[in-house]
């Protein structure tokens, strides 16, 4: 009696815990870790934006032909157009990351749905790259002609001037590039996907 008692006990304890670990490895969905990347990518673009937005600075300025009189000249984001074109990039790509959002949601929730939208991200998302890419570094072109300046066609550097505004700008430019590489990893991810979907 007492063997058939431990053969009984000893049985259903592996049998029973095995599925669940196959299931756990088999429900790894990286739908999860997109929307993770996704509202990322929409906190950097925002706050990018708000710190361009917010690049205000104004400094006594001495005019050339009279070195001792200085007049109040302010510096805005908006007096470059590279930098407009920059804020319009960036609000449209937070833009798309809304609507990703939800559709990368849908996606979780309804997984039959997951090859078309997969596609559509891949194809978009390189759209943005080149569009957050190319504003960018047409801003960072800006930022460090202000920063270094060019002698060769008398441009000056302003940053020793206008200190805070060369920050702002700094900052929002670096939080642009982690958005343009957000967009890229998104990319591979959603090309990963498709094809690991693809396949099976």
Known sequence: METEYTGKSAVPPPTAEAP????????????????????????????????????????????????????????????????????????????????TILASVSVV?????????????????????GIVASATGAAGAVAYIGLKGNSHVGWTKICGVYDKFCRHIGSSVALALFAAILLVLLSMMSAFTLYKKIRD
């Open 109 to 129: 929730l309804k997984p039959t749905y997951s090859k078309s939208f997969l596609l559509f991200f891949a194809f978009l998302d390189v759209v943005f790259v």
């Open 20 to 99: 669940p670990v196959a299931a756990a490895k088999g429900t790894f969905n990286y739908s999860v870790v997109e929307v993770a990347l996704r509202v990322l990518l929409f906190a950097a673009t925002l706050s990018s934006v708000v710190v361009m937005v917010t690049s205000k600075q104004t400094e006594l300025v001495p005019v050339t032909s009279m070195p001792t009189v200085r007049v109040p000249i302010p510096a805005k984001f908006n007096h470059s157009p590279a930098f407009i074109y920059f804020i319009a990039a960036l609000s449209v790509t937070g833009l798309y990351s809304i609507i």
